[in-house]
């Protein structure tokens, strides 16, 4: 069965919990898929953290031995060294004491054989002295002994040279002397001194290669065995995590399979039908529900396009996915849409579809949950009738009552009784309440159901003012309270002038229902800029903190026995503020508790009508259904000099919009048959459309700004709207900036391409450069460009973070080319109007898209 995260759908008359059997094909995948991510995540992390430490153990664990074995050779290299050092010193001493017992020999005899050894060594001694000489060139501090030794060695080859040719001259005696001089015997002393400092030298030298190579040999045992302690440690606890995360698995994955069973049932008992689509529009799967409504067996709807039970996404080209949001809006957050499904044998029948999104690995998949509505349309005829019936059957005999007993108490039948007169009295009250009750409630159906209808004429709003006192003025006088309207000129709207009257006349009635006997109600009249305002002001007890937030809800009151004994139904407000709206203005109050409250009718001011020379300006396609709404728009732009049509739906308003005749459209995101959001794509999407200015124009505007803040919409105006900002976008559109170039703002950190760029471009734009994040936002803070060019590294952050400060509150952006020697991710291509590559785009090529997109943002 099909496992997928349950989605919940909400609506007044729409609850459905999405259970997640909607696919056999994708069996199980959605839910052990996330839940393996939600259990895996941290395990991942620990095991991904051991991946990565315990090489790093094993690879200092192997420098460190590759550096004990180095060291290991150079103290071997050394004691060679040294070894070969000292039989080289002892061979130059021996070779001076073989010259020397040769010479004294001969001295003493005379006989030439004893000048053998003598003449051997002083054959070698050089050759010996020269070898030495060579170990000692790495040995500075050997340098001086060796120079001291040599010299000594050439002064002993020289003494007992002297002997000998002593010897062989002048005799023994002669000989004799030279010897017994002692010369010899204090150079051969001294070389001995020399030999022996050279060699206990070498030894020192040796014994500290020997305890540096001891002292690291002992800190590689020691950092060896930790080592692989710490490896031993992290080897033992992954293969607990392992086991834990085995055993959390399979524990899982048996409360997976449970849910999935609790779930499979809920959507197989579901009262509702779901049908599940993948991104072809192909059907998937129905639940039971779904088979019992449309008449087939969910085997004959298998692989079938959707198309066979409900029209959700119109032929045309383009995939399904496509056509459908297009039609019908985004799925990200949800739509809920009223349609003709049609049964197996051909009978079409109203339903309520509810459509989400479903991501999975193939693609987004479509779930539908379809309600047939067929009785709620049979209640709603009989709503209608039973209001006919009451507005007929009710109204009449009431009426009749009403009107009775007001002859009775005027005494028409006579002079009552004081006790008859009063119960007459109190009969008259409760006949008339029970007839504004029946009337108001008819009025709030009317308004809920689109069947409120105005009749808007020009009127004078001091005239509607006046005709309200006077018709509460009795009501005033019976609670003692004084109703002051000043004089003042004329005040023009348009409206209807009985619905208008019924505002400011609720207004009036609250107002002296709230103030103290011998209080004063205030009625003012002025005209503002653009707007006619009519202000109530009483000196009742104020509108509680409490109740502020609910004081134009259905059936509202608020708390206290004073209050409820005041009487009112509690629609009066809500009734009078949906006129208002429907007016195209607005009502609202201001109050401080204790201090009385101010309540403000604002209706647009009709301005004199303009000359047909000032009227023939620019065509506007107004996208709204509401009709009074749309008719108010409407008049309100001819005023400005725009001609202007109405298109009551999204089909309409695609089709009028591709004319090419409108220069601007203004939306409502409210739309009968489409999404206002979903209209906004579709135009984007088409050449044609693609750059038409935008103005929308909502009663929700917050959630369509967070959907649609790429789609570059002029303003985003919410119901009730300011009439001047209206007029300041709509003007805008046609604003010229002939006095001025395009200002560009170029983000790069390469100095070269800065000063080459404004080279590429000229002076056909005014070029801002930044080196960084941080002053690019410096210079967006100082100006708006009409043009970013924007490298994506940067030294202090990715260019995209940028995005989020092009736009403002009102959801307009700024055009973004970027130009960078990084590839860009694909996803964030739209939040872009042109990726450039700096290696396969010469700068020409961004001069044409840069005074491309100047000049398309010149025109909108």
Known sequence: MFQHERIVIDDADLHVHLPPKASRSLEGYATVRGHRQGLGSGFRWLVGLAVVFVPLLLALVGFELVQEFRSNRVVRAEIDRSYQTRSQIQAVFSLLQDAETGQRGYVITGDDRFLEPYDNATRQLDAQLQRLG??????????????????????????????????????????????????????????????????????????????????????????????????????VGTSVLVWRYIRTRQTLLQNVEATAARQAAIFDGAIDGIVTLNPSGSIESVNAAAARMFGYAAAELDRRDVSL??????????????????????????????????????????????????????????VAIIRDISERRRMEQLKDEFVSTVSHELRTPLTSIAGSLGLLAGGVAGVLPEKAARLIQIAQANSQRLVRLINDILDIEKIESGKLRLDMVPLDLRDIACRSVEGVSGYAGDLGVRLLLPDGDPVPVRGDADRLIQVVTNLLSNALKFSPAGGEVRVTVDPTTRLARLSVVDEGP??????????????????????????????????????????????????????????????????????????????????????????ILREMLEQDGFAADVAPTGREALSAARTGVYSALLVDLQLPDADGIGLIRALRAKPETRHLPVVVVSADTARGMARGRSLEVLDWLEKPFDQDRLRTAVAAIYKKNSDRRPRVLQVDDDRDILEVTASALGTSVDIVQAESLASARAELARFKPDLVILDLGLPDGSGLELLHDLGDETGRTVPVIVYSAQEMDGALADRVDAVLTKSRTSLAGLARTVRRLTEERGET
């Not at 809006?329 to 009978?347: C, D, V, Y």
């Open 309 to 366: 039970l409900i029209d959700i996404a119109p032929d045309g080209q383009g995939e399904f996915l496509k056509r459908l949001g297009a039609s019908q809006g985004a799925l990200e957050g949800g739509l809920l849409r009223q349609m003709e499904a049609r049964r197996k044998t051909g009978e079409t029948f109203p339903v309520d579809v509810a459509l989400g999104a479903m991501t999975l690995p193939s693609g987004v998949h479509v």
């Open 542 to 631: 104020g509108i509680p903190d409490a109740f502020r937030s609910r004081i134009f809800s259905k059936f509202a009151q608020a708390d206290g026995s004073d209050t409820r004994a005041k009487g009112g139904t509690g629609l009066g407000l809500a009734i009078a503020r949906e006129i208002a709206e429907r007016h195209g203005g607005r009502l609202w109050f201001e109050s401080a508790e204790g201090h009385g409250a101010t309540f403000h009718l604002d209706l647009p001011l009709v301005e004199e009508a303009r000359t047909s020379a000032e009227t023939d300006g620019p065509r506007l396609l107004i996208v709204e259904d509401d009709a009074d709404a749309a008719e």
């Open 134 to 235: 060579r170990l000692f060139e790495t040995q500075p501090d050997q340098i001086e002994n060796f120079e001291r030794l040599s010299a000594l060695s050439a002064r002993k080859l020289q003494l007992m040279q002297q002997g000998i040719d002593a010897r062989s001259t002048q005799g023994a005696e002669a000989g004799m002397a030279v010897v017994a001089s002692g010369q010899g015997k204090l150079v051969m002393d001294d070389v001995r001194a020399i030999v022996g400092r050279m060699t206990a030298a070498e030894a020192q030298t040796l014994e500290s290669y020997s305890r540096t190579a001891q002292v690291r040999t002992t800190r590689t045992e020691v950092m060896v065995g930790v080592l692989f302690l710490i490896l031993l440690a992290v080897v």
